[in-house]
């Protein structure tokens, strides 16, 4: 009984992370650290083709992943159309604490 409730609560967890067909970890791995080699923006073509130099990816697995780190809350939308990486080495340096007086 424990095995079968240790199986159900693993499949829950994994089915909130569920990849995009054809990307792994290795690609999102891959996708983050050429993203912030670049400075965090993928937003146009000066933007995208190092991105596919470096990770090997068409721009349709890049525009994949990217969608999916958006849905995942690990990138935003642009208003120029692009995503901004916010995890890892791009993740939001923590406002200073205010001094305490």
Known sequence: MKKNA??????????????????????LLSFDAAVASIGCDLADESDYLPVELQTGMPREKLLTIAQYKVEQEEAVTLSNGGVRIKTGACAPAAAPAAAAT
């Open 6 to 27: 240790f199986a159900l609560v693993a499949a829950v967890l994994v089915a909130g992370c569920i990849l995009p067909e054809g990307v792994t970890e290795e690609d």
